[in-house]
């Protein structure tokens, strides 16, 4: 059994868009997946991606392999103008110019986003818009010769920052364990990872607010006998980090649960904890031991 810390962590509401990529080939679709969801940057005002699920032939609307990936920016004022902007960019840069590609909306919400203007005018004034697999698609020509998108992609209101840390003895230990739990995570509908497994957990407040913020310097085992404040456990030399957001609360929940769980055999993992802040950061509060 390993240690499971009597403590929670905080997430928050945030706002997200959820979309399906499909492809000639899955070297094509791997590309533009892992290029649209790379470079969390929800904490420099811009956005953050990750993959929910790889779906077969038989799943897509159009025959080929796909994939449902998320994109995410913080909730507020004018929230819904940065998820747009946001993935204007991510599309343009990081599926149309992946050949073959092509993106359909995957998020049955009220509430959508037209993206011809961000997308669509790629086309140059030459994009035009059909009926394809009873949906409204933007056909842009391009050289490989067209990208197609549905013009409308669903948004709505999800739950970002739930997080577990997995406290080790060794770098095996928690390579393995981190990959076990992220593996674990991708069963789960409706999450995802956006950092995978993350090897610096930041803090609120930090020395240097030009950068964004800095280490969680209490949990820098390296940092044990150097500080005089420090909360690393004796034995516990490397500590990854699992970021989940999701569609509901209740899908982080049963992420981080999920995650728990698929660590109990990893060797070397001491104990399970959780990122806390005091109560300053978000207003769900995720009590590990009422997971398990």
Not at 59 to 68: A, C, F, N, P, S
Not at 69 to 92: C, H, M, T
Not at 100 to 119: G, H, P, Q, R, Y
Not at 160 to 174: P, R
Request: contains cysteine; hydrophobic residues 35%.
């Amino acid at each position: 059994m390993v240690e499971i810390e009597d403590t929670f962590c905080e997430a928050f509401d945030g706002l997200f868009s959820r979309i399906l990529i499909t492809a000639k080939d899955e070297k094509r679709l791997k590309r533009a997946a892992y290029g649209t969801t790379a470079l969390p940057s929800t904490v420099f005002g811009k956005s953050e991606g990750g993959i929910e699920k790889w779906l077969s032939i038989e799943e897509t609307l159009d025959g080929r392999k796909g994939v449902i990936i998320q994109i995410w920016v913080n909730y507020g004022k004018k929230a819904k103008d940065k998820l747009e902007y946001e993935l204007g960019w991510r599309i343009r840069q990081g599926i149309l110019v992946v050949p073959s590609t092509s993106v359909f909306n995957a998020l049955f919400s009220n509430e959508k986003i037209d993206v011809m203007e961000k997308v669509g005018h790629c086309g140059d004034g030459y994009e035009y818009v059909e009926k394809h697999f009873g949906r409204e698609v933007i056909n842009i020509p391009i050289m490989m010769p067209e990208f197609r998108i549905e013009r409308y992609l669903g948004y709505k209101r999800g739950v970002a920052g739930g997080n577990i840390w997995l406290m080790c003895e060794t770098e095996d230990a928690a390579i393995e364990a981190g990959d076990r739990a992220v593996e674990a995570i991708s069963k789960i509908d409706g999450v995802i990872t956006p950092f995978d497994v993350c090897s610096a957990g930041s803090k609120l407040e930090t020395n240097f607010p030009e950068i964004g913020p800095t280490t969680n310097h209490p949990y820098c085992p390296t940092l044990r006998d150097k500080i005089g404040n420090s909360s690393v456990p004796e034995g516990v030399n490397y500590i990854p980090e699992i970021v989940i957001n999701g569609t509901s609360l209740d899908a982080v929940k049963e992420a981080m649960r999920t995650a728990i769980s698929s660590v109990g055999g990893v060797e070397g993992v001491i104990k399970i904890s959780t990122g806390n802040y005091g109560g300053k950061l978000g207003k769900y509060c995720i009590y590990l031991r009422d997971l398990v």
